[in-house]
């Protein structure tokens, strides 16, 4: 079965430091996902991209937080200048059109800022 | 804004027990609902999902109705088994196609 995969599965950065998360979405999938889950909280949505552009980003993907989809099979997820409070699991979903709601999620990427 | 509330986990239940994992919700208009199910090692996968008042989802057993008036959609399994063993994520979106707004999830160790 396809499957969004994720790398690296485990990252640790220092404070300040810039750091890329990679996402490898479902090949013929167009909607693409990033969420985050701070221990002991909710998972919670990032951004959305269709058609080579953000459709819609929430309230913590501010100006430190860009996305990009390099190629035809990357989807990239970059923290400029990380903080402490960027330490989380990040997931990285997608979906196809025809069926927007139903997202596969990647096994996500641990972030641990220092 | 929409917001979800699971039960706190974990849930430990024997092989065979019947599962109810709690979910509530908080939406503006009428959101869809799911579950969606994330295996040790593995990305959340749904599991099931409802669109309207009194829809009932079900897959692999699970089993949750659309409780408009109680606004819930808890999730049921009649007999767990060990590899249900997994974290458990109530989810929401809007009318249309917006984003997820998750739970926090909740564990559930099914034991032999």
């Known amino acids: 079965e396809p499957e969004v995969t994720q790398t690296p599965s485990h990252q640790v950065t220092q404070m300040g430091q810039e750091v890329i998360l990679r996402c490898v979405p479902i090949s013929n999938h167009l909607y693409f996902y990033w969420y985050r889950q701070i221990l002991g909280q909710k998972v919670e949505f990032l951004v959305s991209f269709y058609n080579n552009e953000i459709s819609e980003k929430s309230e913590i993907f501010d100006d430190q937080f860009s996305v990009e989809r390099p190629d035809g099979s990357n989807f990239t997820l970059k923290i400029r200048s990380t903080k402490l409070e960027d330490s989380a699991m990040y997931f990285c979903?997608?979906?196809?059109?025809?069926?927007?709601?139903?997202?596969?999620f990647g096994s996500g990427t641990q972030l641990s800022v220092l | 804004g929409n917001s979800v509330t699971q039960m706190e986990g974990p849930v430990t239940l024997s092989e065979e027990a019947f599962l109810t994992i709690n979910c509530t919700y908080t939406?503006?208009?009428?959101?869809?609902l799911f579950w969606y199910v994330q295996y040790p090692g593995e990305g959340l996968q749904l599991l099931l999902k409802a669109t309207k008042a009194d829809d009932k989802g079900s897959n692999k057993g699970f089993e949750a109705t659309y409780r408009k008036e109680t606004t819930s959609f808890h999730l049921e399994k009649g007999s767990v088994q060990v590899s249900d063993s997994a974290v458990y994520f109530c989810a929401l979106s809007d009318s249309g196609y917006s984003t997820l707004t998750f739970g926090k999830g909740t564990m559930l160790l099914v034991s032999p």
């Open positions: 939406a503006t208009g009428y959101p869809s």
């Open positions: 979903a997608s979906s196809e059109e025809g069926s927007r709601e139903k997202l596969f």
